[in-house]
């Protein structure tokens, strides 16, 4: 197959996927220059639209129509050259005006329609002109999700929150995950004596881009806080940005970050957790391997990666029976599920897995073993492929009546 790519990095959550698929198709990527290389594929670059000024909805609306300009400039040189399929990241604006310029298959990614991430916590609403901004945002995606022919979503609960029409174009697939061998205990302790963190104490982790509410940043303080009463020895690392990106919880705090906030409404000294930046991937990995289990309270998301790169290091994890969760984990096998709120029981299976070595042990290998099994870049360039080949086989009435509708 002769597939066009369109991502908004040249290094990006689809790079792997594109890495093993390119070894029997031929890949065209089209994205932005200055973001990583990507060996092996002809390059087009184009520039994202970014609009700063106006309303919210208009920022919104403009940034996301100004990409899609961009890249169907970009690709305008291609016209008259044929492509098998066409793959692109929906919520971006990548693949709207697509059919303006070819008449390939359109395959579109989509990990939320809108704004699920920004409401996801009730404490914290989102003001009128968000919620404004997130409904245009949202009828943008909606009219491209319904002009592709085949659409791809990482999970069920992804799939659940789009609109109901185009629930038989959707294909279900999560991204690829590097899985290497498991590491043994001497190979862990390694690792921490490396990064500098303790060598023996028991090591909670929480690891995310950024430390907002949505991604329960004060639900897992506040399981710090007990863990430590229950275990006095234990130590706790936190790996991301003190930034919002996705939620609404700034308007209540004003200049107080949301990493302040949890920690002072929790009564945590920032000096009792170790805190690290967002590191270079290969650091970030073994940090995850590093520590004995990693918690996840996410309150809503498509697709966490962090979590799916510790299920690859052998990681147990603690997590939330939200979102896509309880599709990949079984309570008790592979990981550990809480109701998103229950700090106790957070922080109770957080103790088992730090004290109880013949679990943690238990689980980390059946969390490697789902890994290696459903999420490989290898097992994901398959489901991608199934789905390229899918849509490259639709006749051509089929385009044109998505082209019309």
């Avoid at 002769?2 to 040249?10: E, N, Q």
């Avoid at 689809?14 to 070894?23: K, P, Q, Y």
């Avoid at 220059?33 to 919210?56: N, Q, Y």
Wanted: proline share 6%; glycine share 8%.
């Amino acid at each position: 197959m002769k597939i066009l790519a369109i991502a908004l990095a040249r290094h990006s959550q689809f790079s792997g996927i594109f890495d093993v698929l390119r070894r029997k198709h031929e890949i065209t990527l089209v994205a932005p220059d200055g973001t990583g290389e990507a060996p092996g594929l002809r390059s087009i670059p184009f520039t994202p639209a970014r609009v700063t000024s106006g309303s919210r909805s208009e920022r919104a609306v403009g940034s996301f129509l100004g990409t899609a300009r961009a890249v169907a400039s970009a690709i305008e040189p291609l016209r008259g050259e044929r492509f098998d399929v066409v793959f692109g990241q929906v919520s971006f604006g990548c693949t709207h005006e697509i059919r303006r310029v070819l008449g390939a298959p359109v395959v579109s990614h989509v990990e939320l329609p809108g704004r699920e991430m920004a409401t996801a916590r009730p404490e914290f609403p989102p003001s009128r002109e968000d919620i404004e901004a997130g409904e245009a945002h949202r009828a943008l995606v909606d009219q491209s999700l319904r002009a592709s022919d085949l659409i791809i979503t990482p999970s069920r609960h992804a799939a659940g929150l789009l609109p109901r029409d185009v629930a038989p174009r959707v294909r279900v697939g999560m991204e690829g995950f590097r899985v290497g061998p498991l590491r043994d205990a001497a190979e862990r302790r390694a690792l921490r004596q490396r990064h500098g963190l303790p060598a023996d104490a028991p090591l909670l982790g929480y690891f995310g881009r950024t430390l907002e509410a949505m991604r329960g940043f004060d639900v897992f303080v506040q399981a710090a806080r007990e863990v430590r009463r229950a275990l006095p020895g234990a130590e706790f690392l936190v790996v991301g940005e003190p930034v919002t990106h996705y939620g609404s919880e700034q308007a209540a705090l004003g200049r107080e970050s949301f990493k302040d906030f949890a920690l002072r409404t929790a009564g945590v000294a920032e000096h009792e957790l170790m805190f690290r930046r967002i590191q270079p991937f290969p650091v970030y990995r073994e940090l995850l391997a590093a520590v004995d289990a990693a918690v996840f309270p996410i309150f809503e998301s498509a697709g966490h990666w962090s979590f799916f790169d510790s299920l690859a290091e052998g990681t147990p994890t603690v997590a939330a029976r939200r979102a896509f969760f309880p599709e990949v984990i079984r309570d008790g096998h592979n990981g550990l599920l809480c109701d998103v709120r229950d700090v106790a029981n957070f922080a109770a299976r957080s103790v088992a897995l730090l004290t109880i070595p013949g679990l943690r042990a238990r689980i980390g290998r059946a969390a490697w073993e789902t890994a290696r099994r459903d999420f490989t870049e290898e097992r994901a360039a398959a489901r991608y492929e199934a789905v390229f080949e899918e849509a490259a086989r639709l006749p051509a009435y089929a385009l044109t009546a998505r082209a019309a509708g």
